[in-house]
């Protein structure tokens, strides 16, 4: 019979819990219980039930109550070993302490319960050995000043387990309501089985004998998360399973479907054992904090647009924005527009500072060929190399009215159903959450996510996806990204501009056609820093790869070559190239 169940998703999940085990006929448990903490607030909600009977009302409540909602759930079906069978004795168990309500379930059985001094602060309610081990746990928290799991060493809570698993069987889930913290017995005496759900997905169901868990239900929320197990549950759908034993004596710590840490015990270090791929990514997440500084690089572009038409074209008028930003950290160093036809009637500058050329074809043509050759120099070489945010640096920020007034363009999200955009808010604030409302961590962790859990797949997005449409597939190029990342910013009060230019990827890169075209990624205004560039299609931040062209709310304000036919054209087909290349400073 599976113990013990956990999980911790990103933003707030409506999971079915069918307890088969309650079936007429069946051995039911001697207790069960789920833990969560709704509304994602602090306090924590129980639903228990000793001695339960087939078709009990609270069984039927984890099933189908749809306020059943949140990023943690703990379960725990009891074979009561220590104590009589009572609400008391039936976990998981809920303490109170700094604010916050903590909740432990515990799989197996010491061989002694923990004496509790009388005058300790957490006393037991029951007679278990598992809330004992519960109340001397928030002790030697307290010894340490320890108020939260984000402030838990935890190098020394394993090895704090690790003796009390010398008392006997130990396999142990704990949350604070922010974090879920998981324990794996040293003898294996009790496993615990570790899955990371990544979307999309339709329909997920896993379940055995005695539990089913339907994640998809009520309502299916394209959220990545990891559930742990003591017995791995099969999967009732198409959706495969990919389930990893937790290294016994190992600790892992999770927050909106994240790792945090991951300690293994010194017998799995001496032994060469390397952490998960969860946790390298963590890892790299962390990395990304502060890139390598890069040199100053001039580059060249060539960027060429054929339009072809089944029928001459008699009149036709064009914007162009092919020149490249000049400012403190780019310099236009030469440019040339260059057509096969008509004329330039105008150039200005538009309420974004994006430089426009304005032309007029009044020539029949069926092949119009625009180029535009720039060199550029790029000086952007320590994106993060400004003094430390000391203030506004947590989010939400907060803006001068007339500050406010100024970035309100870009502060705006997608006009979409009020449905699509409540989900997107509970996706962004998960990354909120997860970075303890730091703004540059969070925007961090938003570029990396984007990097690694969205499949770059050409043509399987148009001008009309939204940023809804590519968050549920999990796809699309690099204006979609874009257009996610920007959603999510805003989404947080956070101002970002769609930006678009070039990039120089390398000839070897996984994604050179990146480059042979162009490329579109974002910049944020960061308080008393300015505009900063993010590409999550590449999970970077800008330096000296990207040449910046235009930028705008969105893509239609900076759209490279747009154009209208006033007479004539039929069957159009376009072509675009382009050559991004760096030469030598100083190179004719």
């Known amino acids: 019979m599976l113990n013990l169940l956990a999980l911790s998703f990103e ?65 725990h079906l009891r074979t009561a070993t220590w104590g009589p069978i009572t609400e008391a004795n039936t976990q998981p168990f809920c303490r109170s302490a700094w604010g916050r309500d903590w909740i432990l379930a515990h799989s197996g059985s010491l061989e002694q319960r923990l004496p509790i001094p009388l005058d300790a602060r957490f006393q037991p309610v029951g007679s278990t050995d598992s809330e004992a081990l519960f109340c001397r746990l928030l002790e030697w928290m307290q010894e340490r000043g320890w108020r939260s ?56 169901i896993l379940g055995d004998e005695d539990l089913e868990l339907d994640l998809t239900r009520r309502g ?48 799995a270090q001496e032994a060469g054992a390397v952490p998960s791929a969860a946790v390298a990514e963590f890892e790299a997440r962390r990395r990304l904090r502060r890139p390598p500084e890069a040199s100053v690089r001039v580059m060249d572009v060539h ?19 092919l020149t490249p930003s000049h400012d403190r950290l780019q310099s236009l160093l030469s440019h040339e527009v260059t057509l096969s036809s008509g004329v330039t009637r105008s150039e200005y500058e538009d309420v974004f500072g994006n430089r426009v050329r304005k032309v007029l074809v009044e020539t029949p043509y069926t092949e119009l060929v625009i180029e535009g050759r720039s060199r550029v120099e790029l000086r952007d070489t320590d994106p993060l190399g400004y003094r430390p945010l000391r203030e506004r640096s947590t989010l939400p920020l907060v803006w001068m009215p007339w500050q406010r007034n100024m970035l309100q363009p870009y502060l705006l999200p997608p006009e979409l159903p009020e449905t699509q955009l ?32 969205y499949r770059y797949v050409q043509g399987s997005t148009h001008l009309g996806t939204t940023p809804f449409d590519v968050y549920s597939a999990r796809q699309g190029v690099c204006q979609d990204f874009a257009n996610v990342f920007i959603c999510l910013a805003r989404l947080l009060g956070v101002p970002a501009r769609y930006t678009c230019g070039y990039i120089y990827t390398g000839p070897k890169h996984a994604n050179h056609a990146q480059s042979e075209a162009t490329h579109a990624w974002v910049q944020v205004y ?10 999550p299609t590449n999970g ?36 675009v190239s382009v050559r991004c290349e760096p030469v030598e400073p100083g190179a004719k």
């Open 303 to 321: 960027h060429r647009t054929v339009y072809r038409y089944a029928q001459p074209v008699e009149r036709s008028a064009h914007k162009l924005r």
């Open 422 to 453: 409540e989900e997107l808010v509970e996706y962004a604030m998960s990354f909120a959450r997860r970075n303890d409302f730091d703004l540059l961590d969070t925007l961090l962790d938003i570029n990396f996510s984007i990097f690694k859990e």
């Open 526 to 535: 960061l308080p008393e820093v300015g505009w900063k560039g993010f590409d």
């Open 220 to 267: 299916a929320k394209s959220r990545k998360g990891f559930i742990v197990s003591t017995d791995p549950l099969a999967s009732r759908t198409d959706t495969p399973t990919n389930w990893t034993q937790l290294p016994p004596g190992a600790l892992m710590v999770f927050r909106q479907g994240a790792v945090r840490a991951e300690v293994l015990p010194p017998w």
């Open 540 to 575: 970077i931040l800008t330096q000296t790869d990207h040449v910046r062209v235009a930028v705008g709310r969105q893509y239609s304000d900076c759209t490279p070559t747009a154009g209208t036919i006033f007479l004539g054209g039929g069957g159009e087909k376009l072509e």
């Open 11 to 75: 933003g707030e999940l409506a999971p079915s819990l069918d307890l088969r085990c309650l079936a007429p006929g069946r051995k039911p448990p001697d207790g069960w219980g789920v833990g969560y903490y709704p509304g994602g607030e602090l306090a924590a909600s129980l639903l228990k039930e000793a001695a339960p009977h087939a078709g009990s009302i609270r069984s039927e409540m984890v099933r189908t109550w749809d306020p059943l909602e949140s990023s943690i759930f703990l379960m």
């Open 149 to 204: 799991l984000g402030d838990v060493d935890p190098a020394q809570l394993r090895g704090w387990l690790e003796e009390m698993n010398g008392l006997g069987p130990l396999t142990l889930v704990l949350s604070d309501g922010l974090d879920l913290c998981v324990y794996a017995d040293r003898t294996s005496a009790t496993r615990c089985w570790v899955w990371q759900v990544s979307p999309p997905y339709e329909r997920l």
